[in-house]
């Protein structure tokens, strides 16, 4: 691997920018998601800056089971964030639909079938404990040696 | 009468204010906005489809997951609605410890929402404190009933575990604590210049418009309306209840109305920890037959369940009216129209609380 | 002007401030033992009681697997919303999920698990699928008839005249097999749930 490689590695690593996707959770995975900007779990010390612009973004987390109304929004979405990126799916409903998918409902889950996801924690909701730690543990990896396994 | 119309600003559904799906499609003229338009769907999940046919501890978590943020007051409002229709008496010392509960909940609640507002008008500085503050009240909240979020507190004929008496000790201190930070961000948000220039007369909601929208929760407070679910239930009764009002109908009102009920909230959460009855926390009892329309006070206004049951206690017809869907509609009918800016709308929208996942389900 | 800027020198430029701003940690990532998770094996033998399964509010989120030479709760992630409501109805207490299970057992509380066995008699068409089906019918009557037809009064219910008879609906265990083996739905299992609590001597507030 070159230096020029390894640098990249660890900046990509240690600055990460991300941007979240609501596609119909009950909201408690999402207020999870914005604990993790408290002083207490403070994201933003790890070089991790959420903000919402998927153009800027790195990683997408995806909290949600997959409603209707994502149909034609999430995919276009996933395409316009940048290379190298990945998706998060925080939560039991990008998983699996938690309680909301039985017979009759509108959900769609898992996200999976329609961005690729690279990680998933699990929960109902997920601590932002767990989330912090799902996102320090992937973010070493996700980006790691880009260009060469494009190639 | 031909209205001129510069641009047409779509907000959403993916916008770093909003921390839900909603669109907010804006006509303007130069900055000043002339009309708004809601546009919701993005979170229908169909929740009430999937409720019947079903019994309550299934419901009940259903019920918590229609909104996660105020999760525990859902919970509420299902079990007391499941209570009155199979006459099930809840133990003196449940009922208080609910109490405690759903205020922490709605501390929490009101936390995020006036952070958010923050947020939006980038006082960041402010936000962050009081997120922080959320989290003491989180950690409160998790003491007591084991989760952050959902809570699953509340069972027919009681709750699921009774507060330790170490964590009466660490809840009193936390609170104290609690109060002191929260005295200070109040000011700060009151006496705050920069804030009042974002905050002051901006987003006007006249009582006559609330009372045409009907308005419910901190939205209908802030514009001089006194309403609330509380008064009309028992153990609020029993502790003195009464609502907060104010009646500068603005955005500095609606958040002030929120800080303002925090401190109410601590006041209610030490009545009940002083008046704790002692006794048993579950009374038992099956579910059975009935039909009933019940509300309780959300955090973010009044919450009604329609219920039918069978025989079994198996949820046949259920209908849920959320708060946020009148305030929405009354922010982009009068809140939103006449801001002076863009900046405006966000700042507006987001004072209203407006709860997607509850108004979509 | 003025005034705005005395008051944010004042807000901000405190020494307590300043200090918080260089030397602050943050708390270690790390979770409470109040704090309710994933449901976890207690290390007593599970007596294959179901009635985790029963409770449970998720799709899928528990079952109860053959390991080894004894039965074994298997939680799925992903699916468990981490309720609890597992640890609550079990009566051999096999699970533990934060403080959930030294609670209830310092307050005496419990989750009593009983069914209903309700029969649509518009939709029931007598042809005893379900008295066939039913593992504990079977158990009891070995000679259980194909049509459901039994001579046995200590089945949980049999055809008599054409029609479903529901005889002890307090046998029944709540598998539901019977729900899923009839043509019609005209079956169906009540699971009623009923919390209830005796205090414990000298225990509790």
């Given at each position: 691997m070159s230096i020029l490689q390894a640098i990249k590695n660890k900046v990509r690593s240690r600055s990460i920018h991300v941007s979240y996707v609501d596609?119909?959770?009950?909201n408690g995975c999402d207020i999870e998601v914005l604990a993790c900007l408290a002083p207490r779990y403070d994201i933003e010390q790890y070089g991790i800056f959420v903000h919402n612009n998927p153009r800027e973004a790195d990683v997408l987390i995806v909290i949600g089971a997959y409603t209707h109304g994502w149909e034609e929004k999430l995919a276009p979405l996933w395409e316009k964030i940048p290379d190298p990126k990945a998706a998060i799916a925080i939560g039991n409903c990008p998983i699996s639909g938690c309680c909301f998918d039985r017979r009759g409902s509108y959900v769609d889950p898992p996200v999976s079938k329609h961005i690729p996801i690279a990680a998933e924690v699990p929960g109902c909701p997920p601590r932002p404990t767990e989330i912090l730690n799902a996102i320090l543990s992937v973010r070493d990896l996700v980006f790691a040696d880009w260009e060469v396994k494009r190639r | 009468m031909k209205r001129t119309v510069d641009v047409n600003i779509p907000l959403g559904p993916v916008h770093p204010c909003f921390k839900e799906p909603a669109r907010v499609k804006c006509e303007t003229k130069g900055e000043r906005v002339i009309a708004a338009e809601v546009e919701l769907g993005?979170?229908?999940?169909?929740i009430e489809r999937i409720m019947k046919g079903r019994p309550w501890q299934e419901v009940m978590f259903l019920a918590e997951r229609v909104c996660g943020i105020c999760s525990v007051i859902h919970n509420m409002v299902f079990i007391e609605a499941m209570e009155q229709i199979s006459g099930i008496a809840v133990p003196p010392r449940a009922a208080y410890l609910r109490v405690i509960v759903n205020e922490l909940d709605r501390m929490q609640s009101h936390l995020l929402a006036n952070f958010s507002y923050c947020y939006t008008i980038e006082h960041e500085t402010l936000a962050m404190y009081l997120l922080d503050c959320r989290e003491q009240v989180m950690d409160a909240l998790e003491r007591l009933t084991g989760a952050r979020v959902t809570c699953a507190y509340m069972i027919p004929g009681g709750v699921r575990c009774d507060i330790h008496a170490e964590d009466q000790v660490v809840l009193r201190e936390s609170l104290d604590r609690i109060e002191k930070e929260l005295h200070r961000y109040a000011s700060m948000f009151g006496n705050g210049p920069m804030i009042a220039l974002r905050s002051r007369g901006v987003g006007i909601l006249t009582p006559v418009a609330a009372r045409e929208a009907h308005v419910v929760g901190p939205t209908a407070r802030a514009s001089g309306i006194a309403e609330d679910r509380r008064i009309q239930h028992p153990t609020y009764k029993q502790l003195g209840f009464t609502p907060v009002v104010r009646y500068d109908c603005d955005n500095y009102a609606r958040i002030m109305v929120r800080f303002d009920e925090l401190f109410q909230s601590i006041r209610l959460i030490r009545a009940c920890l002083d008046g704790l009855p002692k006794g048993i926390i579950r009374g038992g009892g099956i579910c059975k037959a009935g039909e009933i329309r019940y509300s309780g006070e959300a955090p973010r206004g009044e919450l009604t369940y329609s219920i039918k049951t069978d025989e079994v206690g198996r949820v046949v017809e259920i209908q849920i009216q959320t708060p946020s869907i009148m305030n929405i509609e009354a922010c982009c009918h009068?809140?939103?129209?006449?801001?002076?800016?863009i900046a405006d709308v966000t700042a507006t929208f987001v004072s209203a609380d407006p709860c997607i996942a509850c108004t979509e389900r | 002007m003025t005034a705005s800027l005395y008051w944010y020198l004042r807000e901000f430029a405190r020494i307590e401030w300043v200090r918080k701003f260089f030397f602050a940690r943050t708390a270690p990532l790390v979770t409470p033992a109040h704090f309710r998770g994933f449901p976890e094996p207690t290390g007593k033998a599970c007596q294959h009681a179901l009635f985790c399964m029963m409770v449970?509010?998720?799709?899928?989120?528990i079952d109860v697997v053959h390991e080894g030479d004894g039965w074994k709760p298997r939680i799925h992630k992903g699916h468990c919303i981490r309720c609890g409501l597992c640890v609550e109805a079990c009566p051999n207490g096999v699970l533990m999920s934060g403080r959930v299970l030294e609670t209830m057992q310092a307050q005496g509380t419990a989750l009593l698990v009983s069914f209903r066995i309700s029969i649509d008699r518009d939709l029931c068409t007598g042809c005893g699928n379900c008295v066939t089906a039913c593992p504990v019918n079977k158990q009891i009557d070995a000679q259980l008839g194909a049509g459901g037809h039994s001579s046995n009064d200590e089945v949980i219910m049999r055809v008599d005249d054409g029609d479903v008879q529901v005889l002890h609906e307090e046998k029944c265990t709540g598998c539901k097999i019977c729900e899923t083996s009839c043509p019609t739905q005209a079956i169906q299992i009540a699971r009623i749930l009923e919390g209830i609590q005796q205090p414990v001597e000298g225990g509790g507030p």
């Open positions: 596609v119909g959770s009950c | 993005y979170m229908k999940k169909g009068s809140m939103i129209i006449g801001a002076d800016s | 449970c509010p998720a799709v899928g989120a």
